[in-house]
């Protein structure tokens, strides 16, 4: 996505996320070889038993599932108000902090991961994952 001046939007935590050309995002995470923890983002070392060595790259498997939002009514500046942000749970003990697009959002509520603009500034913007409930 271009930032209007020509450039790329640069991207919220590169690695963690990947969008392919159908519009399909995946959270990238690390497995930890010794204990099994996976970990979001990736990390560099488990947080469970600190094993460094033993870690594989692994997609945060979905769908989530809302456990706590709120609605934000006076954002930053380039953010379009009112927003919902919120947890979200995966699969494998993971849970995701992030924007929550659609209508009357409750926990519980199964979402799914995409990709949006986070903060919309010209050349300051930010593009991240959210997440969408029907």
Partial sequence: MSDGTGGEVP???PGSWE???TGQVRL???RCGQCATLT???ASACPRCWAHHDLAPEEVPGPGVVHSFSVVHVPEDGIEAPYTIGWVDFPGGIR???RIRGPDVAVG???RVIAGLI???GENS???WMFEHD
């Fill in 11 to 13: 991207r919220l935590l």
């Fill in 19 to 21: 969008e392919d050309s």
């Fill in 28 to 30: 990238l995470g690390t």
């Fill in 40 to 42: 979001f983002p990736p």
């Fill in 96 to 98: 995701v902090c992030g």
């Fill in 109 to 111: 509520d199964p979402v």
């Fill in 119 to 121: 903060r919309d500034r």
């Fill in 126 to 128: 930010l593009r991240g």
